[in-house]
Every structure is written in structure tokens, then in C-alpha cells.
């Protein structure tokens, strides 16, 4: 049974930091690639950022460059983001999904195992 179950959410300050976990199970990660979406209250799903099967490819939405980094540990079946600089803004519920193809997209029709979501907010 294919299952992704996101954790590391919170309450942190603004300019404050997570480090958001997806850990992957009943199928071997390290042939999908990786998407983080996120989905604020009364807002659509958007995509945040996402990583190759191999870890080659990354790509980020402009509004997290350079405050976000995803990484994967395929020996652990788990993906990383680490949330540096965070804004109120960045508020959402944050959720990982998998893809067969080895592309990184964010475009969440793609995937198609998704995890039931973490909370982030950033608040003072």
C-alpha cells in the first residue's frame, strides 16, 4: 500500500524555520519524483517545490526561492523541505505527493499519491 506521510509542521515567528518531512512507504521512492504543495484557506493547491527521482532536478515556485531547499535521502524512502526566512504568507496546510514520471513539475493533476498534509503557520 502506497503511503506518504508529511510531518515537522508548527507555529514558528516570522523569519523563523521547519524542516518539513515526507517519508514514503509501500513502494520505493527513489523511482518518483517528489512534489510539496501547499493550500491556504479559502485559496486553490499551489505548488511549491519538487525534486527528480535521482535528486538531479529541483525546481521551486518564485515566491520560496531562496527561502526554500528540498532534498531527498532515498536510502531513508524520505524527502526534505526545509523552510528558511518564513513569511505569514507561507501559512498553509503543506502536502507531498509522488509521481512515476521522472520529470520534476508542479503541476499537482501529475501525481498521483498524495499525503494527508502538515500545518505551518507563521505567526508573531
Known amino acids: 500500500q502506497v503511503q506518504l506521510v508529511e510531518s515537522g509542521g508548527g507555529l514558528v515567528q516570522p523569519g523563523g524555520s521547519l524542516r518539513l518531512s515526507c517519508a514514503a512507504s509501500g513502494f520505493t521512492s527513489d523511482y518518483y519524483t517528489i512534489g510539496w504543495f501547499r493550500q491556504a484557506p479559502g485559496k486553490e493547491r499551489e505548488g511549491v517545490s519538487c525534486?527528480?527521482?535521482?535528486?538531479?532536478?529541483?525546481t521551486y515556485a518564485d515566491s520560496v526561492k531562496g527561502r526554500f531547499t528540498i532534498s531527498r535521502d532515498n536510502a531513508k524512502n524520505t524527502v526534505y523541505l526545509q523552510l528558511n526566512s518564513l513569511k505569514p504568507e507561507d501559512t498553509a496546510v503543506y502536502y507531498c505527493?509522488?509521481?512515476?514520471?521522472?520529470?520534476?513539475?508542479?503541476?499537482?493533476?501529475?501525481?498521483?499519491?498524495w499525503g494527508q498534509g502538515t500545518q505551518v503557520t507563521v505567526s508573531s
Open positions: 505527493a509522488a509521481t512515476p514520471w521522472k520529470l520534476c513539475f508542479l503541476w499537482a493533476g501529475g501525481y498521483d499519491y
Open positions: 525534486i527528480s527521482s535521482s535528486g538531479g532536478s529541483t
